[in-house]
């Protein structure tokens, strides 16, 4: 079996009509599913909360739960604000520089456009400090097949390793 695609991905978020206003005026998503319910459906414990949902264009779903009886929330403290995020595709760098100029215009802080050889990418925090990413693919058809060819051998080399190759078969493609 193969999964077949993403249906959701959940955060959780401190006010959900506040997040609703922030995906939608700067990723143009829009809430399209909101479940408010006092009990959770897959154990019936007592956690009133509101699910609500952000089709993106694919049909999937960018979602978050607020929940107002639980402690505050807070983010991993031992891992690095930059390696916990959620990245999101537009279809092209006009898009890109359109959330960002968006964010900028607004005071929000944007890092980026910042090229990675297969995508370039913008990142930025939504109002709960969760990082997102705004990626444009950017990957060329021999590139991918070169980095799906030397996916095992790079992987074999870090776990034995904890270190990057050597020769680093994506960044001299690029120069190539």
Partial sequence: MKVAGLHHVAYRC???????AFYERYLGLACTIAIAENRVPSTGEWSPHIHVFFEMGDGSFVAFFELPESPEMGLDPATPAWVQHLALKVPDMAALHAVRERLQADGHEVV???????CQSLYFFDPDGHRLEVAVDTMKPEMAAMLRERAPTVLAEWSR????????????????
């Fill in 161 to 176: 390793t904890k270190r990057a190759p050597e020769v680093d078969p994506l960044h001299e493609h690029a120069r190539g």
């Fill in 112 to 118: 980026g456009p910042t090229d990675h050889t297969i």
């Fill in 14 to 20: 401190r006010d959900a009509a506040r997040t609703a």
